[in-house]
């Protein structure tokens, strides 16, 4: 992963799975299904001659326009996922993301409270979890997605146990 701005020096950033990718965009069909489908509403509507409004150039152009940014939406979804990684130090986790608004989340393995692993039906699928570290803030989740089951088990252990050292050292 290459070094931007925001990286701290000296890191080796591990990425999630690229199959986190194949998650993403099972996502975006399905977003993009459901707001073509509404947005077609009025095009429909206007066809079968129910309506009279909006004109018929209207009517197309709506859902035409939101595909064509959805489009662009899927395009990013490779990048975006290649942009995530993370990196384990001695005394904390580094979280990496973003791609225009890069973002790098440091949490101090004493500062977590518990740390889980999730797994939605398409991630499960792929062999896929994600795993969520819950500090004692009350918008402080910090997400890595995409992590193969057995990283993200092996994360989750290792994460509680250098938590566990931490707050027994204080």
Known sequence: MPQEPVDPQGITWTRVSPKYAAV????????????LLVLSVPLVLRLTGVWTWPPLWLAWALPLTVFAIDLVRLSLIPRQVRAIGYAERTEDLLVRRGLL?????????????????????????????????HTAAADATIEIPGLPAAEGTRLRENLTARGEARLAGL
Request: hydrophobic share 55%; glycine share 12%; with cysteine.
């Open 101 to 133: 608004f890069q973002r790098v989340l440091v949490v101090p393995y004493g500062r977590m409270q518990y740390v889980d692993v999730a797994a939605g039906p398409v991630a499960r699928a792929l062999g896929l979890c994600e795993v969520r570290l």
């Open 24 to 35: 993403r965009m099972v996502g975006w069909a399905i977003g993009t299904v459901v707001t």
